[in-house]
């Protein structure tokens, strides 16, 4: 009943079979090889765009080194106040900005809403040496509480944030996730939507250690080379990267992972959310559940092997008393079964 | 009718007279003078305990390099969600630090409620690597709203802190202001009360340009000599901070100064509070005035000279009707006539 | 004829072994696995001595992560004009540290003399704000000339850095190929010698992406843990490093893999010196060959496919005419064979 | 006998003066106020150009924000080796920039030589992520050994910074000491040979407190404001500033300062040098002299109440002997003749 993290699972087996057959042979290093050449022609390809691609390992690198490229040390970034970005980097983009100011922003289920994004710009006047200059807005996608932003709701914010002059940033850590919720083209959830940049996930859904940063407007790439070098993320056998983000993304593997793991989380949540005493906090659209359990059963349910954990963010409305169940590329049924199973033993339905 | 800032006088003659004085001879450079060292002895006096001085020209340095002493660039630094190290000062506290997280608190009146602390702190946790760690809380004395904290409120916010093993730093640019408004002495507003280390300022209550930044607690203050120098903030001919600050103490002037502002203040608050139609939005202590104007008297008092500023800060509870009179050491008596006969006029009263 | 870099190879096959091995079952993440813990048991015991350890993917993580452990914004970092921390990472130990000062020492061979260190030590008065204060001597081993320190000549610079209260990091990039030259035991070449941290290589030699650094005084690791996060250089799927890190380490696996490229260098660079007209300028100690080649012999040989770079480094002593040629666990007989039968047929001997 | 630096010395009556004249009335701080407006519009006479001209009180404040205006935190910046920003400044350069690397450059008398720079260069390739990316070169005018460039060697200098696409900056802090020496205009020897940005000296030469950063062409102007305020350097008072720097420049009031300075070094160089047993390390150009005395003479002179350091530099040529005496706008005659008279008596002369 693994239900902790999608960090807490390995990696999909052709991702390893990639980087078996990238083995052979020497390769110009530092991304001068033909891997890294076809990962780029593969994102033109998803994207319906030419892009310029970044590879790096770590999700909190590729936000990073985005934000470095697109604001500068006096400039702020706009994001939810449980974004990740904001509370779970140890103040990552404030140490790759040169100590940009992040702006956290409430909003209901993880999502930021167009009039908090208005107000909270109209605080930072535009030109007023006094104040950081709004820079950079940040949707995570899926977000934190497991919701996701429709393409509409997107092109709203990116709106906003345009009118002021500030690029748009999507952290994808979990994009497949959304996609597969949302059901549009990888085009239609970012750039046609008005996103100047994404975090494109890999690790959580299949992959070792894996993230793309995706310009759709290649202005803003100039500088990230020297700056993914000098924060020492530009891999020397940049081949490893480049193998794992090919084996992910062919034959589509990316959404059929991320399918596999909303499936089981939309199951998980549908069936906890008839348990009586059970109560879900946010809808469940992509593979994050976030219940409530009555009296002692979620530490009875932890007794018994479940393993997730309990949830606090800034904004929780449910104070204390939310847990987090994340479902992944590997989850089984009959995880999700024994815990419903447990559950409904417990709460005594 | 001068009411736009205390940045907008100038300075005290005494000040400027000890500058005069201070022209004898060469001198040595960066420190190394008498009048220094004399402005440590002069602290020591005041706050009844050997303390550690460091003298710079503006508040924004004092309160920032407070900050690169206390907070590692992992760090978290709490203070009000109004407070000018949070909206003022163009991200000043992310630079010094190296990136340390401002994490804005809310908060009736420019305070910040101990309840509030420890809620925001049971976000961050102890040793839990993705979190920045808190380091420092931020106490604006007299704050953004000018209401004053009583001693004993800061000790219960301190103890907060300090039981989290953070330092407790108090920007005191109007610290004259607060304290004449509590009449208690300078060591019961401070080390008596759990502050660790101070902005002391002296700039908008009658100096040209200096501030002190006062380690109460020695140990902190090691690495301040070389944050200072490489911040571009260490004074080649030192003795331009030290006589304006020896003036600016001696003889209780900086207390009389501030005593003619708050006096000021407390007439002008306390009047325009009789006048129907104007609310006073925060009680008056120390020397600032929020009122808010019915119909157009706001800008037609402008029209008739009055300088001022509309307000608006996060947390503001005037949504944008609010604004903001400022008094000074300088502020006459008839500024204050003509402001609130124009008033009473305007307002039809 | 493949002697570009030892990054131009792929890894050792018992690595990605190990890799498809770490893959079953789900895993704590972020370093809390056994894996993890079985790699600090490892370093125990190949350095006779309770040591910290951390993981990371990159050297230039490594070396700049150790550097921010060790040295304040205000310090500086001393090390050879040619090493890779001064010119090959794009300005990354000035990044990392928060503008810490690199000084950049001459010397021959790649190595620091004591009088050298003892000099440029000289121009930095000890607690004089205007200078940078040194903290930290980093010595690489191997050199980027392909020589290597004695333990006795490392001892030397130590006891000098330590004298100041620096600390001494080892940059050990290629660090197994050192120790083959050495034949001393791990503890000898470094903390015996007076090193205080190292970084660990092991992407050169065999891994896909692995590095440890090391911390042989734990005293100096407490805010690693935090800037690794914030610098996006913590693995979720943390056993992806330790996994690696352990099929490098088993069976003296990384001894052999650097005794191959040793010999491979030696037999390469030994030969080589022997032709006519072509002149090695360091001595072959590790994986590497600098050797100058008469007329158009270099160009020629890359014309017939060998793979190898012209060579310019602050300091060089051939002004422009030498090469790099870099031996790896992977280089081959045939290739060595082929590259000294070409040489000789285009020199002419 | 007061030679120990021009820091030593206070400032001009006339700039106090002016202080009293601009405490009148109310004005709008932050450099919104009609005697800052004045000195942009006297910077632009000076230099018959439209320049964009911002006040600060250090001379490493306007050293480094200049830098950090033109040079991102992947860049690098050229300096001779024995440049206040190289060695002076504690790594304010590396800390405004957000890491810049600070590449410093030998040269003979404290100027840089063309065939230096261009090979230094050399080492830095073009688009290469590995390298620092050159960005500005920084001239010292007049130097620290106390000699001069000429335009022409400025103009030498700049070309080749300009064809690498470097910005050219010119470290002022005795500015009018070097324009004095050149007889040229202040056109004549920066922007018209070149250089981008300057640092306008005026405490060192009679102000209590006042720089200027003039950018001769605006564009690079763009982040200064923001990085001033950030950086804690805007004046609230901001009239104080400025009311300084137009006494300094009305009625040629520097230049005169300066030739005073300029004259007093002079006449203690030339006559130094006809002692025999003293020896000039460096043509005297501006305000320093770098003798070198016989035997025990310098501690003697010292014991004899004459203030002057002995000076050790990177490159210096004098191996330790060295000594550097500073005149001011305020030497007094009869001190360089007591000077004169000691030395001679003390050389046996």
Redesign the interface.
């Known amino acids: 009943m693994?239900f902790?993290?999608d960090?807490?699972?390995?990696?999909a087996?052709e991702v390893?079979e990639a980087?078996?057959k990238?083995?052979?042979?020497?390769?110009?290093?530092?991304g001068d090889d033909p891997l890294t050449e076809e990962v780029g022609q593969r994102f033109n390809h998803i994207f319906e765009k030419d892009v310029t691609v970044f590879l790096?390992?770590?999700?909190?690198?590729?936000n990073?080194?985005a934000f470095a490229s697109l604001c500068?040390?006096?400039g702020?970034i706009f994001a939810h106040e449980a974004a990740h970005v904001m509370?779970?980097?140890?103040?990552?983009p404030?140490?790759?900005?040169?100590?940009?100011?992040?702006v956290?922003l409430p909003g209901d289920a993880g999502k930021i809403a167009p009039d908090t994004l208005t107000h909270a710009l109209?605080?930072f006047f535009e030109g007023f040496?006094?104040?950081?200059?709004p820079h950079v807005l940040s949707l995570t996608q899926a977000t934190e509480s497991g919701t996701v932003y429709s393409p509409e709701e997107v092109a709203v914010l990116a709106k906003i944030a345009h009118g002021r002059g500030m690029a748009v940033h999507m952290d994808g850590a979990r994009f497949a996730n959304a996609l597969v919720h949302l059901g549009c083209s990888p085009a239609e959830a970012t750039w046609k939507a008005g996103v100047d940049v994404m975090s494109f996930g890999a690790?959580?859904n299949g992959c070792?250690?894996a993230e793309a940063v995706v310009f759709f407007n290649p202005d803003g790439a100039a500088?990230f080379?020297?700056?993914?070098?000098?924060?020492?993320?530009?891999?020397?056998?940049h081949?490893?990267l480049a193998a794992q983000m090919l084996a992910y993304l062919e034959e589509d593997r990316w959404l059929k992972l991320a399918a596999h793991a909303n499936a089981m989380a939309a199951r998980l949540g549908g069936e906890l959310a008839g348990i009586e005493g059970v109560r879900l906090w946010y809808p469940v659209q992509a593979n994050e559940v976030f219940p409530s359990f009555p009296g002692e059963v979620a530490a009875q349910l932890m007794g018994e092997g479940a393993?997730f954990h309990p949830w606090?963010?800034?904004g929780d409305p449910a104070q204390g008393q939310m847990c987090r169940l994340v479902t992944s590329f590997?989850t089984k049924d009959e995880d999700v079964d024994a815990f419903l199973t447990a559950t409904r033993r417990l709460c005594g339905a």
Chains 1, 2, 3, 4 share one sequence.
């Open positions: 693994q902790s993290s960090n807490a699972e390995s990696w087996p390893l980087l078996a990238a083995a052979e042979g020497p390769l110009p290093s530092y790096v390992a770590t999700g909190t690198a590729a990073s080194l500068p040390p006096y702020a509370v779970d980097e140890c103040g990552a404030e140490f790759f900005t040169g100590g940009a100011k992040m956290a109209s605080h040496v006094h104040h950081s200059q690790t959580k070792l250690a500088s080379p020297y700056l993914r070098k000098r924060a020492g993320h530009l891999f020397s056998k081949r490893v393993a606090i963010v800034p590997k």
